[in-house]
């Protein structure tokens, strides 16, 4: 008597892009941004190179009709191949976008987000690169803007910096803060001021809006 | 101050906090309202100069003290609105910004700062999914082409959307999703597709709450 030998693992085309977009939804629910996942991309890539050299044959052979059988084929290789690829650039696409939100979250200060320990090390090379290019056109865009908002010997009061805090509306001028962190000498309208650990300051809002923002200082 | 910069003083910030409630609660990008934030602006420097002039003054009087905090916190809070309203945009446009790409009409909607931010933008997403992703895919599926099968790649703004509108004055013959024409009266809030009120919205019959 022969016995078959069951497989208990089947897999489909487009499974591993399923676990892929699983990743993404957890992600996002969660709010952290997982490990770049180089095995699984290369896993996909690999399969979509499999399914473009299995329809390569029945796709040549365009001048004749094809069989019912090659046309399910046929089917079943590119929408499975146009699927993965949705998926990887859904995949990519969704964690850029969360790494932008992470860099405007932390004010558009560029070494916060790349030095911060539970960011970089989940990073593809490319994904560093985006960051800096990023950077690069926003602050292109806010030094712009800037020059058309500030008067010249006005500086500071008159130009509008579009990186700085947008989610609470100002209501005073100055804020108390502490130093939580060390950040040394900091210009304010009434001149450099040497901020000490754990000492008070009431100091304007829009002088130390960047720390405050960084996690230097704390408002009382 | 005289009479008519006050009355100037009555719509400008008002106009802007309207413009910029609409930008925030709109899903498409809006008309760039490029005058009214050059008066803005202009409104921002003129201030800033008053607490230049009064701030050089020695013997300030205790009224003129207050009155330098109060213009301060003023032009504080223009620039956080003016602010806001920038990245609401500019939030908009990187989230189209392929479509902004191919549609005239959208390209009419933007300055030329925010025409530029979005070709760099467009730019920088391309290389980077043509590096991590598409050139290691089969020439016939990196772009979306002419031949492209399923959904489209490239996101546009959903019109459908609900949003809650103000009436500002009468407006007529308003035409329902479904065909039927409606008169919206003035002062009345509606909760409509973003699609039905476009047009009168653009014209300012109506602002979103």
């Avoid at chain 1, 800096?132 to 800037?146: S, T």
């Avoid at chain 2, 009355?7 to 910029?20: A, C, G, N, S």
């Avoid at chain 2, 020695?58 to 609105?81: A, K």
């Avoid at chain 2, 009266?185 to 979103?208: A, C, D, F, M, W």
Wanted: glycine share 4%; net charge negative.
């Amino acid at each position: 008597m022969s016995s078959t030998h069951v497989s208990t693992e089947t897999r489909m085309f487009g499974d591993l892009s399923a676990t892929l977009i699983q990743e993404s939804r957890r992600a996002s629910s969660t709010n952290t941004l997982p490990k770049y996942n180089q095995p699984l991309i290369h896993a996909i890539t690999r399969e979509i190179q499999f399914l473009d050299n299995a329809l390569d044959p029945l796709v040549a052979s365009a001048e004749r009709v094809l069989t019912p059988g090659e046309l399910c084929a046929v089917t079943i290789y590119s929408t499975s191949l146009t699927h993965n690829r949705r998926s990887l650039v859904a995949y990519h696409y969704h964690r850029l976008n969360m790494l932008k939100s992470m860099y405007w979250a932390s004010g558009c200060a560029l070494p916060l987000v790349l030095n911060a320990s539970h960011i970089r090390p989940n990073l593809s090379p490319a994904e560093v690169d985006f960051l800096r290019e990023y950077d690069d056109v926003v602050k292109q865009f806010r030094d712009e803007f800037k020059e058309i908002s500030g008067g010249d010997d006005l500086g500071e009061l008159a130009s509008v910096d579009v990186t700085s805090d947008i989610l609470t509306p100002p209501k005073d001028l100055h804020v108390l803060v502490r130093v939580v962190r060390p950040c040394g000498a900091v210009a304010t309208e009434l001149g450099t001021i040497e901020f000490r650990m754990g000492e008070r300051y009431l100091v304007r809002k829009i002088d130390v809006e960047h720390l405050i923002i960084q996690g230097y200082l704390d408002i009382v | 101050m005289d009479w008519e910069e006050e009355e100037r003083q009555d719509t400008l910030v008002p106009e802007l906090i309207r413009h910029w409630t609409n930008e925030r609660l709109a899903p498409d990008i809006l008309d760039q309202r490029g005058e009214l934030l050059q008066k803005v602006l202009d409104r921002i420097r003129e201030q800033a100069d008053l607490v230049q002039q009064l701030r050089a003054d020695p013997d300030i009087s205790e009224d003129e003290h207050f009155q330098i905090i109060l213009v301060q916190t003023e032009v504080e809070r223009i620039r956080f609105i003016v602010r806001s309203y920038i990245r609401s945009r500019i939030h908009k446009i990187e989230k189209y910004a392929h479509y902004i790409l191919e549609d005239q009409d959208m390209q009419r909607r933007l300055s030329a700062m925010e025409l530029n931010h979005a070709q760099s933008y467009a730019a920088l997403i391309d290389r980077q999914l043509d590096v991590s992703v598409l050139n290691a895919m089969p020439g016939w599926i990196r772009r979306e082409g002419p031949n492209w099968q399923g959904p489209s790649t490239i996101s546009r703004p959903n019109k459908d959307t609900s949003i809650f509108v103000h009436a500002l004055q009468d407006c007529a013959h308003v035409l329902l999703p479904d065909g039927r024409p409606v008169d919206i009266k003035k002062g009345s809030i509606n909760l409509l597709r973003y699609s039905t009120i476009e047009n009168n919205l653009r014209r300012g019959e109506v602002e979103l709450v």
